[in-house]
């Protein structure tokens, strides 16, 4: 029996429901802050992310899913390597969303020099090569939003308002929530502080997992995110990036922070907050429930040297992403539910085969009409359709006998309150639409 791949699901009926709550959602409110969706391929060029999310980072070294057309892959097993591809055939499916995005506005020019700064969304499937577990899938979905053009502060903390005004739209109640907040530095800045966590881990290199050595020669900060207990331990002894922040990235955390307190939003400080992935300067942020084994369920950041990586002019730009699969979860955790009801309809019932002809037409007009209509394709009878109906959620049931027939008239019965009506054909559309309103 064809199986599906294990850490991925189908996202059908209540769940699918939820799934598109969330984009729906995300289409209102960040509609209101003046995002536009964008959709990008789910398969890239492996140097667009090699590019923004960086070859040290586990994502690219460990879970990246690659791709190759069979014709490719005999061509790689017969070589050895992959020195004998192009670029453009060396690809990968999507892990994360900001690269792909950042390379359409570099390709499509987003932001031509001058210009004012654009605003996406996007709401699509990610791809990892992840040991699938709760939460944690090799396809999984994410919400997120980009924002390029723009180095204000003040954008940095709309970013975070907005996604945690989001959060409360999907029925999280804001008390559950952790926001934690840091600055990574910039390239004047980090460079220094990138050194001294390298020395610190060597300094106690005995003590430190083989993953950890081999971070401190590429990106020593990655040391932060080690799952290794006892790396952890020791990493909290490490040099803080609040210590090495210049002043001008001082200043734009103190602005950032400023903001965020106006608006009333509560956070929590930590020095220790890198994110997973290489691109990000300045603000990082991340969100997490309370007393839940779910983990973050958002986060994101500042990327000002992102499009310069990916070939383009230097343009600042800060985004975040939010998982549907860990935040399903931790609202169920809560006793919250992110489906929504089923969508209810109108069932057309013929009483015999006779009608059947009838209860076709009307379906149609029904449908033309914009309404969502169901009717019976089995030939059951007036009581099972009537419980078929039931089972659709049907408010209304058009119900068609001879007699009706005959008189170019329907009944339509109220399936709460079982009221019946008749009502000529051409005014059939006209009076459903009213009772349903």
């Keep these: 029996m064809a ?3 294990q850490g991925t699901e189908d996202l059908y009926g209540r769940y699918m429901r939820a799934w598109e709550y969330m984009c729906d959602t995300a289409r209102d409110l960040f509609g209101s802050y003046g995002f536009d969706r964008i959709e990008t391929p789910a398969l890239e060029q492996v140097a667009t992310f090699v590019h923004g999310i960086g070859e040290s980072t586990d994502v690219v070294r460990k879970e990246m899913f690659r791709v190759f057309s069979g014709a490719l892959l005999d061509r790689l097993l017969a070589s050895g390597d992959e020195k004998s591809l ?3 055939q060396r690809m990968a499916m999507r892990p994360e969303g900001t690269a792909g995005v950042v390379r359409a506005a570099v390709e499509h020019s987003f932001v031509p020099q001058g210009a004012a700064p654009v605003k996406l969304w996007y709401a699509e ?5 992840e040991r699938p577990q709760k939460g944690r899938l090799r396809q999984f979905h994410q919400v997120g939003v980009e924002w390029l053009g723009t180095e204000d502060p003040a954008a940095d903390a709309e970013c975070i308002i907005m996604l945690m005004e989001y959060f409360k739209c999907l029925g999280f109640d804001p008390s559950t929530l952790r926001l934690r907040i840091n600055s990574m530095g910039d390239e004047k800045c980090r460079p220094a502080y990138r050194e001294s966590v390298r020395q610190f881990i060597f300094d106690h290199k005995d003590e430190m997992c083989d993953d950890c050595l081999e971070r401190a020669n590429i990106n020593p900060l990655r040391s932060f995110d080690c799952k290794n207990e006892h790396c952890q331990h020791v990493m909290k002894s490490a040099p803080l990036i609040t210590d090495y922040l210049c002043d001008d990235c001082k200043q734009h955390y103190a602005q950032v922070k400023s903001y965020l307190g106006a608006a009333g939003i509560e956070y929590v400080e930590d020095p220790t907050l890198v994110r997973g992935l290489d691109y990000y300067t300045r603000t990082v942020f991340e969100i997490e429930v309370k007393d839940s084994e779910v983990g973050a369920i958002g986060g994101g950041g500042r990327y000002d040297g992102l499009m310069q990586l990916e ?6 730009g800060i985004g975040f992403a939010v998982g549907f699969e860990r935040i399903y979860l931790a609202l169920k955790a809560q006793g919250k539910d992110l489906e929504t009801p089923a969508p209810s309809c109108v069932y057309v019932a013929a009483t015999s085969q006779d009608e059947r002809r009838a209860a076709f037409d009307v379906t149609l007009a029904l449908r033309q009409a914009g309404i969502r209509t169901e ?9 099972s359709q009537f419980k078929q109906a039931d089972k659709l959620n049907a408010r209304l049931c058009v119900v068609l006998g001879p007699d009706e027939v005959s008189a170019h008239r329907a009944t339509i019965r109220d399936m709460q309150s079982h009221e019946q009506v008749q009502v000529p054909f051409d005014d ?10």
């Design 375 to 383: 009717a019976d394709y089995q030939g059951r009878s007036l009581k």
């Design 3 to 5: 199986q599906r791949i």
């Design 428 to 437: 059939l559309a006209q009076e459903v639409k009213k009772r349903l309103a």
């Design 311 to 316: 070939g383009g002019k230097q343009t600042p």
């Design 86 to 88: 192009k670029p453009k």
């Design 125 to 129: 499937a990610m791809f990892r090569g």
